[in-house]
């Protein structure tokens, strides 16, 4: 049984990628491309992209047959595929040419190991070495790589992708304390992940005490990401690599956490927030702020903050200078003679 590697690959004429992509090309339309590739490592029959404006020098040395671009960029010498987003555009560009990766025939491999109780929907693919525990249900067209762990009871919807070695379920650090002892809170709840959720490898989200760990529909976690228990993250987010997100924490839609950034427990997190990388969030944070800087504060305080920190080796350098001033100051005050140390009175002594 075969694992892995790229759909069939196809050529296609530039105009006919285009149209297919929702692009307007300029340029020469009949030229066939078949793959996709950086600006700089790009060769002909290959069609780049060109999102980020650091890159657009690279468009006059470029040896792709085509470059997916912004509306308003012009360059000479290289067909154009216009659009208002390239970056979507190259990933439709990829699935074109290219194909999506291909997964073993059958469904489920004999080396996974599958309980009798769970259910797994039509379409999905169970790589040797995962897992799937009583009564968990995964849906429709998932994916489970190799020594994935899809604990008991634990729910995913369709079109759901776990990585190597990620777990599902896993009991919540969850301990009650006395007289010095942790005693175990039974973790009696489960995980459920919405429709269309990705889980990068050896990421790790816990099942609540009671109820729910929920990661909403469409959601995509990276590589290395903790999820405590009891959390719930809405649909549309995204969680860079090492995020970990303490328990009991609510997130909105639409979320972006930068790599290493952590959330604190028993907090609420709003729509459309931007955390930055390695930011710490410790408590509530309203709809649309972007956070940064650790404990996390909103964006302007905290280049703010981040401007000031840069300069603290030159303002303790200049501080230290004013103080030597001062004390030469003091020195030549206490030795200076006592008439030109007087000043005058307005005494007449009339």
Do not use: W
């Amino acid at each position: 049984m075969k694992l892995g590697g790229q759909g069939e690959a196809v050529a296609l004429t530039l105009g006919e990628l285009a149209r297919r992509i929702g692009a307007d090309l300029s340029g020469e339309g009949s030229v066939l491309v078949e793959g996709c590739a950086t600006l700089e490592d790009a060769r002909p029959g290959q069609v780049a992209f060109l999102a980020n404006p650091k890159y657009a020098k690279q468009l006059a040395t470029t040896k792709a047959a085509g470059v997916i671009v912004l509306p308003g960029v012009k360059c000479e010498g290289v067909s154009l595929l216009r659009m208002k987003d390239p970056y979507l555009g190259f990933a439709r560009a990829v699935v074109e040419l290219q194909g999506y990766r291909r997964h073993p025939q059958g469904g489920i491999h004999a080396g996974a190991n599958v309980d009798p109780t769970a259910s797994i929907g039509q379409g999905s693919v169970v790589y040797p070495g995962a897992y799937v525990g009583p009564r968990a249900r995964v849906g429709r067209d998932c994916i489970l790589y190799p020594n994935a762990v899809i604990y008991d009871d634990c729910v995913l919807g369709d079109r759901v992708t776990v990585h190597a070695n990620s777990t599902i379920g896993t009991d919540g650090f969850g301990y009650a304390t006395s007289q010095g002892i942790h005693h175990k809170i039974p973790q009696a709840g489960n995980v459920v992940l919405e429709d269309d959720v990705e889980i990068g490898s050896n990421c790790c989200i816990e099942r609540a005490a009671m109820g729910s760990t929920v990661i909403g529909a469409g959601t995509k976690i990276a590589d290395l990401v903790s999820i405590g228990h009891g959390t719930r993250i809405g649909p549309h987010g995204l969680l860079v690599s090492m995020v970990g997100v303490a328990g009991s924490t609510t997130i909105g839609h639409h979320v972006i956490a930068g790599g290493q950034a952590g959330i604190a427990g028993h907090i609420k997190v709003g729509d459309r927030v931007t955390i930055a990388a390695q930011a710490g969030v410790v408590s509530d944070v309203e709809d649309g702020r972007m956070m940064m800087g650790s404990p996390a504060v909103a964006l302007p305080e905290g280049r703010k903050n981040y401007f000031l920190a840069s300069q603290l080796s030159k303002m303790l350098d200049r501080i230290r200078a004013l103080e030597q001033q001062v004390a030469e100051l003091a020195t030549d005050s206490e030795t200076m003679p006592a008439s030109e140390a007087k000043t005058d009175t307005g005494d007449t002594g009339a």
